[in-house]
């Protein structure tokens, strides 16, 4: 009986040997768990007339700087561009400044480079509120955005808000030609 004691002793004193520095070396690796990102993007409208644009963040989460990219790729411009309108939601609680926004053109990032702009476009813009506290930005481009095979971005570099969730944007263009604005499309930004 005092051998069997003595064995199974020395057995947990190897397991401890084993077990425990395990423990401890691989416990800050769960610290650095990567959140898992969803496969889809939900949107409130799903009708027919709604189209869905391409846009990139830097940072998503609440209250860090950000670079946000709205992306014009050609397939979303039908026709040469004298005004853009983005309508900003009431909810997105973030400090705009003219000096923070610009529109350029853009190369599109994926596998193999980063999302950068290529060339400022001159534009004035105009930032508007009114009376029910909804905000929209008016791009007016010195030249009209030709409907070429060129992707263009409205670029804001701002802190995001401190509530996180989804915003949707609209944006409307005034074709060349016509002295009324039409439906371009919307993005739905995420701040976690």
């Known amino acids: 009986m005092f051998k069997i004691a003595k064995k199974l002793n ?41 189209r869905r644009l391409k846009w990139f963040q830097k940072e998503n989460r609440k209250r860090y700087r950000n670079t946000i990219y709205f992306f014009f790729r050609p397939s979303d411009r039908k026709t040469d561009l004298l005004k853009i309108n983005l309508a900003i939601p009431k909810t997105f609680k973030s ?29 004035d813009l105009e930032i508007k509120t009114d009376e029910s506290g909804l ?3 008016d791009i007016y ?3 009209p955005i030709p409907s070429n095979k060129d992707s263009y ?7 995001n808000p401190k509530n996180s969730g989804l915003y949707q944007f609209h944006s409307f263009g005034q074709p060349k030609g016509k002295s009324f604005t039409s439906y371009l499309g919307s993005w739905t930004i995420v701040i976690d």
């Open 135 to 137: 905000r929209s930005l």
């Open 153 to 159: 971005a409205i670029v804001f570099k701002i802190f």
């Open 141 to 143: 481009p010195y030249s």
């Open 95 to 123: 400090t705009l400044n003219d000096e923070k926004i610009s529109f350029c053109k853009v190369k599109i990032g994926g596998f193999d480079g980063r999302t950068k702009c290529l060339e400022d476009i001159p534009a």
């Open 10 to 50: 020395l057995n947990l004193k190897i397991l401890r040997f084993f077990l425990i520095p395990t423990i401890f070396v691989s416990t800050p690796f769960f610290n650095y768990i990567q959140e898992a990102k969803a496969g889809f993007e939900f949107q409130w409208d799903q009708d027919s007339n709604f």
